[in-house]
């Protein structure tokens, strides 16, 4: 099969510290792994099997590519530039967070290039859907709307809020279409204690969706509970790692869940 006509992004999975920053940090490779989309970019990289993978590496914790640029300290602490990690540890040593000349030129480096690749792809491409792809904890922590509820195995977003209230980034029956293929995929996977494949909840509040989600390409939220890799069963902490046969296993599932996605509705 030719390369599907599909743009993924992951703007996550990245646990690097920008060089800028790093002696001025006080989180350690653990943390970084912790507070990441963990392995995302190790999943949902199909390389030459769709059209464009688009992959962040630098860590969430320096620079938040689904946070929109207004979301900036002093008024935001949890933006695209953030002090406390997700688990409430300071990202950086004492008296040590970078100043408005920093987080400009941070900015411009990481996060600027990072969008005008999305939009340049898209622009001359003829792709037929964008699929945001994240990983997320199996229980909301307490830093999300969510807080404290248990997540489903595999969740499908397909609307945003803005000022003119829910607007969808993709037809319902689309959406609906991608998760009934997701959990039928995925349906031999463990139960959790919750409702295990779910459409729209939780709704995530990221920049992603809303800047690109309203052009003419079909665009849609894919969140993936790390339960189902993020076990004692399947995780080594030691080498920060995941066992290649599951990863693989996943990977393989999503581009085929993918690959009937792109068959079924283009």
């Known amino acids: 099969m030719k390369s599907i006509p599909f743009l993924i992004i992951v703007p996550h999975g990245g646990i ?56 900036v300290p002093p008024a935001h602490n949890d933006g ?38 999305i939009n340049n792809f898209i622009n001359r491409r003829k792709i037929k859907c964008i699929i945001e792809c994240h990983t997320m904890m199996p229980v909301a922590p307490a830093s999300a709307p969510d807080a ?22 993709a037809p319902m029956e689309v959406a609906e279409e991608f998760l009934r293929i997701l959990a039928h995929q995925f349906r031999k996977e463990a139960n959790t204690v919750t409702e295990r494949f779910t459409l729209n909840s939780p709704s995530f509040r990221g920049n992603l969706l809303k800047t690109f989600g309203s052009a003419a390409v079909p665009m849609i939220r894919l969140s993936v509970s790390r339960s189902l890799y993020f076990t004692d069963e399947f995780l080594d902490l030691n080498k920060m790692s995941i066992e290649k046969y599951r990863l693989i296993s996943l990977q393989q599932k999503f581009l085929q869940s993918i690959e009937l996605f792109y068959r079924s509705v283009f």
């Open 80 to 117: 695209v530039i953030k002090k406390l990690s997700t688990f409430g540890k300071p990202i950086y040593k004492e008296n040590n967070f970078p100043d408005e000349i920093a987080i400009s030129a941070i900015i411009q480096r990481y996060y600027i290039p990072f969008y005008e690749r």
């Open 16 to 71: 690097q510290i920008p060089d800028e920053l790093r002696e001025y940090t006080a989180i350690s490779d653990f943390d970084l792994l912790l507070n990441s989309d963990a392995f995302a970019n190790d999943i949902f990289n199909f390389e030459d099997k769709v059209f464009e993978c688009i992959c962040a590496s630098i860590s969430r914790l320096f620079v938040d590519l689904d946070r929109s640029l207004l979301e």
């Open 148 to 169: 404290g509820k248990p997540r489903p195995l595999l969740s499908v977003q397909n609307t945003i809020q803005n000022s003119k209230g829910i607007v969808h980034t």
